[in-house]
């Protein structure tokens, strides 16, 4: 016996960008949207775009654009038109009256991909949330399209079960997941307490870029990794080996993209919490993009928005085996230009992620303060210690006591400082 599959949607795209933008970047802007539709699982069969000096309020399009897009749903047999701008309660619902197909817009779209990729609890908790905040303006044409259409892209999550809801249900829902999210990101702190005396770095980056498959070439561990947007929500932490003596706690963070839904970023608030709580952020960009300026100008709007000191980010032109030669000294010139100081990587070379490890040892060092520090001969454990927790720069005995200049961590020097028998001075004191 088959199992007999759902049939694939079959989606037309529409933008409606303003008369000035460069018909390069509503392309690249559609182009987007195509990956972000087949990611949520459809099938592209049309594009349309209509310039608009600003929207029509019923309809965003205006009414004859609007019957054209009924004409072209009817002629390629399409279920579904999303749209790449935002689109009110009131124009989504004009527009499925007027063209008897399903609507959806950008951000209802990205929620339907984060519904299918969350995997934890906590990122189902943090969709949800963010799905019933874009939901509950909408409950007239959400329940209207549920009922009729009967699944399918953006008809997934608690819509399904909760069609009778009324936005008192939905508040009430909506205060529950605020709660049990506080909860999650109390605990959050916690564990980010647990893990003071580590170094923290969080991978950062645009939808794709290649962070997971960063962190499992850093850590020689399976990451789930996936060539499409969003392919990974769920973060994960590991201990990672640096070499020579150092290792960081890095975790990999949700992907951002242009104009990532503000009720995400809200909902994430917890997750992204790791990126302004890390000694150091690694802004991963594809160097084989040929966006890349805006991807990267996409993350920064998103990090700007958290409060991220800029002094923390290191960038990394990822996936530089993509490029030629020439290709690769030009992004090397241009990087130079924008951004000073930056490395380059590849998870597919031999030592590609070397430079990664290489800066990261320096951020390390220049978070340890250097001392010179005294204690007896006898003392093997604080010897010890300070080869395993530090980087010892010299050695030398005088008489019955040993005298090392070293990098060594804060919280070490603190259990030295109150310890009889141990002198500890910084170098650069008087």
């Given amino acids: 016996m088959h199992e007999v599959e759902d049939p694939v949607e079959r989606a037309i795209l529409v933008g409606a960008p303003p008369p000035e933008r460069p018909r390069e970047l509503v392309d690249e802007h559609l182009e987007e949207l195509e990956l972000l539709t087949d990611t949520a699982g459809a099938e592209v069969v ?13 309809t965003y399009i205006g009414r004859g654009k609007t019957e054209q897009i009924r004409s072209l749903a009817s002629e390629r047999d399409a279920s579904l038109i999303v749209f790449d701008e935002d689109l009110s309660p009131t124009q989504g619902t004009t527009l499925e009256d007027e063209i008897d197909v399903r609507v959806m817009d950008r951000t ?40 009729r259409m009967g699944g399918g892209i953006g008809a997934r999550g608690p819509g399904e079960q909760q ?10 829902k909506i205060t ?28 950062v980056g645009y939808t794709n870029a290649g962070k997971s498959s960063i962190l499992q070439g850093l850590s020689d561990d399976e990451q789930f ?35 990532l839904p503000h009720h995400l970023v809200a909902s994430f ?27 990267v100008e996409a993350v920064n709007e998103v990090l700007d928005d958290l409060d991220t000191p800029s002094g923390r980010v290191i960038l990394d032109f ?35 992620l070397e430079d990664i490890r290489r800066v990261l040892r320096e951020r390390i060092r220049s978070a340890r303060p250097t001392v010179e520090v005294t204690f007896s001969v006898k ?21 019955l006591q040993i005298v090392l200049t070293a990098r060594v961590p804060e919280n070490v020097l603190g259990r030295w400082r109150g310890q009889d028998g141990v002198k500890v001075r910084r170098r650069d004191a008087a």
């Fill in 269 to 295: 608030r917890a997750t992204l919490e790791e990126v302004q709580e890390a000694d150091a952020l690694l802004h991963v960009i594809d160097a084989s993009a040929r966006n890349w300026e805006r991807q």
């Fill in 318 to 352: 990822h996936k530089i085996d993509q490029l030629t030669h020439a290709e690769e000294a030009a992004l090397r010139k241009r990087a130079a230009e924008l951004f000073g100081p930056h490395v380059l990587s590849s998870v597919h070379e031999e030592d590609g």
């Fill in 163 to 172: 069609i009778e809801t009324d936005r008192r249900l939905i508040d009430e």
């Fill in 176 to 203: 529950k997941l605020r709660n049990r999210l506080d909860k999650v990101a109390q605990n959050r702190d916690v564990q980010r307490k647990a893990r003071r005396d580590e170094f923290t770095v969080a991978l």
């Fill in 108 to 147: 209802e779209l990205i929620l339907d991909i984060f519904s299918q990729r969350a995997q934890t609890a906590e990122a189902k908790l943090q969709v949800e949330l963010a799905q019933l905040q874009y939901m509950r303006p909408r409950l007239k044409r959400m329940w209207t399209h549920l009922s």
């Fill in 379 to 399: 003392d093997g454990e604080r010897l010890a210690e300070a080869y395993r927790e530090g980087e010892v720069l010299e050695r030398r005995q005088e008489g």
């Fill in 225 to 259: 990794v996936e060539d499409r947007l969003f392919a990974t929500l769920d973060s994960a932490t590991r201990q990672v080996d640096l070499g020579e003596g150092y290792d960081a706690l890095i975790t990999d963070t949700v992907g951002f993209i242009r104009k």
């Fill in 46 to 58: 049309d594009r349309v775009v209509q310039r608009r000096n600003s929207p029509d309020p019923a």
